[in-house]
């Protein structure tokens, strides 16, 4: 394609973009290219206009709070369900905003980890993010069991990818749980989340998936999908801001199931404050609420998820996949001979929201791309993660960083930085 590796083709597919003018309604700053919306999504003014608003509920209405505002505070989190359903197209009753995604693995695997001697594992891959092998080995202690004989691991062949055969194979008699992320953190594979799914329900085994890194980027179809159980984190590409609540998603056919960490707010509402000593499950996602909701942490999520509702997450995959290839054609045409390569999968079905660039240098380059004005996220021992959002990032900023990758290269810019590692990487 003439001028595909020239600054002329980004600003022309910018003139392009349908969503280009979101940009504005974030927090960007002028000189810096924000690429870690993977890890904590940036700040909007709909986020901001509704933390606002709910403090200031607060504010005019103390302890009415919880009942006087238009969205009662008190049903906060429903609102907030319904506002994050569509963008996984569940039923809303099956979607609730909850504590944190290590909490809600608990919950989830409290609900529905009942082992008997027959079947009694849960099945797990060996390169998830480790706080959901923590909890799950955690709640198989709870139950009194070994992780050892409990949890059956399915290595992953080349430290990067999930293949979907491997575990269909595992998913064996014993087998209680199934439990795996939907886009694998570091490589940014999008996992064949239908083939597992369907093969988990033929032979009767739970499944659960972690949707902390295609959530917001990746349209999901948990109508079609079905699967028992998900949950994700929502400050991330749905952009809800440090600490905000995560998501969590039951299948509706379990809601008579009693929840793993039960909590007065997962009584039904009708009854929650005759407070008595027997609780009665909400019926819905909201049963898996424990205690009083983290409402300020929360609030700015509605502004957020209002904006991703209004374009739907099947144009920010379009974009999204158009920023990553164009970023990893750059990459090849540029940065290649600089001893980078690319460690996640290239094909559009398999490829989640970030780049991942693999060299051996990655800590020191990952400093100078800081130095630069580059906000990059690193991942021990070798991996630069890029995340071009497509909410707020545009071509241009990707035909910059790999510009500015490049110039750090020539100049042997990362020479200068230790090989000491930080502490948040
Ligand atoms: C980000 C992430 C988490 C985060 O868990 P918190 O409890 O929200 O800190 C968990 N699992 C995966 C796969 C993640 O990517």
Redesign the pocket.
């Known amino acids: 394609m003439k001028d595909y590796f020239e600054r002329s083709y980004a600003q022309e597919s910018d003139k392009n973009d349908k969503i280009y003018e979101y940009r504005e309604r974030f927090y960007l700053k002028d000189d810096e290219y924000y690429m870690d919306g993977n890890?904590c999504g940036l700040c909007s003014k709909d986020a901001e206009e509704t933390l606002e608003r709910v403090l200031s509920e607060w504010k005019k209405y103390g302890i009415d709070c919880w009942t006087k505002p238009e969205h009662q505070l008190f049903l906060y989190q429903d609102y907030l369900g319904e506002l994050m359903a569509p963008i996984i197209n569940a039923k809303a009753s099956e979607v609730t905003i909850h504590?944190?995604?290590?909490?809600?693995?608990h919950t989830a695997i409290g609900t529905f980890y009942k082992p008997t001697k027959e079947k009694f594992k849960i099945l797990v891959d060996d390169i998830?993010?480790?706080?959901?092998r923590y909890a799950i080995d955690s709640q198989i202690r709870l139950k009194g069991l070994n992780p050892e004989d409990c949890v059956k691991v399915v290595e992953s062949r080349d430290g990067k990818m999930i293949f979907e055969e491997d575990f269909i194979e595992a998913m064996t008699e014993d087998v209680a749980i199934i439990f795996l992320?939907s886009?694998?953190?570091r490589s940014g594979q999008l996992v064949g989340m239908e083939k597992i799914t369907k093969v988990a329900k033929e032979r009767g085994i739970i499944i659960g998936w972690?949707l902390?890194?295609s959530v917001g980027v990746v349209p999901h179809d948990f109508n079609a999908l079905q699967p028992d159980f998900a949950?994700?984190?929502t400050?991330?590409y749905l952009n809800g801001g440090p600490?905000s609540p995560?998501g969590l998603y039951i299948n509706e056919k379990h809601f008579n199931k009693e929840p793993g960490l039960a909590g007065w707010h997962g009584n039904k509402k009708e009854t929650q404050f005759d407070l008595k000593h027997t609780f009665e499950s909400a019926n819905n996602a909201g049963g898996w609420q424990t205690g009083t909701q983290h409402v300020l942490s929360m609030a700015p999520l509605e502004g957020s998820l209002k904006m991703i509702n209004e374009m739907g997450v099947g144009i920010l995959r379009e974009k999204s996949l158009m920023l990553t290839k164009y970023m990893m054609d750059l990459v090849d045409e540029k940065l290649v001979k600089y001893g980078f390569e690319i460690g996640n999968p290239r094909e559009d079905e398999i490829r989640g929201g970030h780049v991942a660039l693999e060299h051996e240098e990655a800590m020191r380059i990952n400093e100078a791309l800081k130095a630069n004005k580059v906000i990059p996220d690193f991942r021990f021992p070798n991996v630069i993660r890029l995340a071009p959002v497509p909410l707020y990032v545009s071509y241009e900023d990707v035909y910059d960083v790999i510009e500015i990758i490049e110039k750090i290269m020539i100049n042997k810019e990362y020479e200068k930085y230790s090989k000491k590692r930080g502490i948040v990487a």
């Open positions: 890890s504590s944190s995604t290590t909490i809600n693995i998830n993010f480790p706080t959901d992320p886009v694998l953190y972690d902390c890194h949950v994700f984190c400050y991330k600490g995560a």
